[in-house]
């Protein structure tokens, strides 16, 4: 499994109906929870300034990645989608168990 970065803005439309917005964002957290439990996702952070979520998410490849793991999220309609593929640094702290 190749590991990837992912930055996604979420903007709910102007407008949306409030239900369906409640339903998307519950639907999301189970979803969520699925594509972590399938090895998909290792980590999940919000940005400080609250308009970001970062990912560590991994998957076969980055076409893997968009259409079988990001593209099934509920609210992927309503979000923006950045992702950098990345690989192990030679001088990681975590390769010498000084960080988890």
Do not use: C, Y
């Not at 699925?34 to 076969?60: C, M, S, V």
């Not at 609210?75 to 992702?83: E, G, K, N, T």
């Amino acid at each position: 499994m190749r590991e990837f970065i992912v930055e996604i803005t979420t903007t709910v439309p102007e407008g949306a109906d409030q239900t369906e917005v409640e339903r998307r964002w519950a639907a999301e957290a189970i979803r969520t929870q699925e594509l972590a439990a399938a090895g998909h996702l290792a980590r999940l952070w919000r940005a400080a300034d609250g308009t970001r979520t970062i990912g560590l998410w991994l998957a076969a490849g980055q076409a893997e990645l968009e259409k079988n793991v990001i593209d099934t999220l509920p609210l992927r309609s309503w979000m923006a989608i950045r992702i950098t593929p990345v690989s192990p640094h030679p001088n990681d702290p975590a390769r010498f168990g000084a960080a988890d």
